[in-house]
């Protein structure tokens, strides 16, 4: 089949709207964070601020329910039903829930666990704020939605689904989730056909969910646990990109590269579980996977810049004791190499990145 190149360029932008929404509900709150803590206005304009960002966070937070595949629970949209309900049938798993992509019916794994990832961070951010405005536990709603698809996606050590539904099929009919009939085929990786990006992206989400669901589900959140080791572990045992083994994916998510889920994975992991291993893990390689990175952006395709500052938090934060020079050194490699990286995004900072749009900037 000829490929029309508009077309392409289109999907990729409909494509990315699930993370750009997790990414947009991050900057929403870092933006409430810097009102709330806003000192020089007046308390009436400040709560008039306070409530368009509450406002804008409910809307950003409506897309996940929008978005939602399966037997719906406290379903808030009207015009959505249940759907999908026989993803995975045929292999006995249950992969019904999960998020849609997009305008398609596509679950994608590679940016749906990056989203779960994102998501999570925000809740242990801004999980006080999000609380204030009664958005705290549709939150959790949503980030458990896609967790419960990632803990049956992966039934056993070395096998998970990355995609349910075929994107070139899905792609050539608009219609309702409620109402498709279409085949909806699975894609996995396995240790033959290894998709390292994937698997240690799906660990960081789950190791990430499992700090948020620690006080609310301690058993949920420690099966998240089990699974992220495991997935880390296949990750990092059997080497190779999602997008060489199925090379299908790479006209939808394409990888071009996994060091960065590699570390970004064993960030998470460390913050999750506090072992060692997993810290000398991104000590070591950090600079011969990455050369520390020189990162200009944080996307759901490179997660390096999101690992660096992860890592410079235990370089702020954690007891000395426990760190050995050699990866308190490489700490600090992080620590500067996310300094850099936003002191380009900082609109007043002296090394401010010139590119950029003409939006507002927030002051
Ligand atoms: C391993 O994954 C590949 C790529 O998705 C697939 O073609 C193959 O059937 C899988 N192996 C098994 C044993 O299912
Ligand atoms: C996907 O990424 C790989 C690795 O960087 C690259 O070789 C390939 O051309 C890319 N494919 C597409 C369709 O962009």
């Not at 290894?194 to 420690?222: C, H, N, Q, R, W």
Request: aromatic share 12%; hydrophobic share 40%.
């Amino acid at each position: 089949m000829e490929k029309e190149p508009h077309k392409d360029k289109r999907l990729v932008w409909r494509g990315l709207i699930l993370v750009i929404m997790a990414l947009v509900l991050a900057a929403v709150l870092i933006s409430f964070q810097k009102y709330f803590h806003r000192s020089n206005s007046s308390e009436a304009d400040a709560n008039q601020v306070v409530d368009k960002y509450a406002n804008a966070l409910s809307i950003a937070m409506q897309f996940f329910d929008v978005q939602k595949s399966g037997k719906l629970v406290n379903n808030k949209i009207a015009w959505r039903g249940d759907s999908a309900l026989g993803d995975g049938s045929e292999v006995n798993l249950d992969l019904s829930r999960g998020m849609y992509d997009a305008g398609d019916h596509v679950k994608f794994g590679f940016p749906m666990a990056f989203t779960a990832t994102v998501l999570s961070w925000a809740i242990l951010e801004y999980g006080n704020h999000m609380n204030m405005v009664n958005e705290l536990d549709n939150a959790h709603e949503s980030l458990k939605w896609i967790t419960d698809f990632l803990i049956n996606a992966h039934p056993s050590e070395n096998v998970l689904y990355i995609q349910v539904g075929d994107p070139e099929l899905d792609h050539t009919c608009w219609e309702r989730p409620e109402a498709m009939t279409g085949k909806r085929p699975l894609t996995q990786v396995n240790a033959s056909y290894p998709g390292t990006d994937v698997a240690a992206e799906s660990a960081a989400a789950m190791a990430a969910a499992s700090l948020v669901f620690k006080s609310i589900d301690s058993a949920y959140s420690g099966t998240l646990l089990k699974h992220a080791k495991q997935l880390f572990k296949f990750a990092d045992s059997y080497r190779g990109s999602y997008s060489i083994s199925i090379p299908g994916v790479q006209d939808f998510y394409n990888s071009t590269g996994f060091v960065d889920e590699l570390l970004w994975g064993a960030a998470w992991l460390y913050h999750a579980t506090g072992e060692k291993s997993y810290l000398t893990y991104v000590s070591t390689n950090g600079n011969a996977f990455a050369n520390w990175g020189n990162p200009s952006w944080f996307s759901w395709e490179n997660k390096l810049a999101g690992a660096q500052v992860l890592l410079s938090r235990v370089n702020f934060f954690s007891s000395k004791e426990d760190i050995s020079t050699e990866e308190s050194l490489s700490l600090q490699s992080y620590r500067q190499t996310a300094e850099i990286f936003l002191c380009g995004l900082l609109p007043e900072s002296p090394m401010a990145t010139s590119q950029r749009t003409a939006g507002i900037v927030m002051k």
